[in-house]
């Protein structure tokens, strides 16, 4: 399986992850991305390249 997750002291709220993620794992929540379907990750990785910010990384288990 995969975990997305976020740095939140990187993250600026731009919601490009919210917007490329294809199973939809992100939302904004007061202005940070959140991973709230998080067990629909497949490992692409097109949030991690989405972000400018590097603040998203995804592990796999
Ligand atoms: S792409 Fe990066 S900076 Fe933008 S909302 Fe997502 S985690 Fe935050
Ligand atoms: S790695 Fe792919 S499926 Fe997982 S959260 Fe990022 S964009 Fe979505």
Request: proline share 5%; with cysteine.
């Amino acid at each position: 399986m995969f975990v997305p997750s976020v740095d939140k002291d990187k993250c600026i709220g731009c919601g490009e992850c919210v917007e490329i993620c294809p199973v939809e794992v992100w939302e904004l929540q007061d202005e940070k991305a959140e991973p709230v379907n998080a067990d629909e990750c497949m490992g692409c990785e097109s949030c991690v390249e989405a972000c400018e910010q590097g603040a998203i990384t995804v592990e796999e288990l």
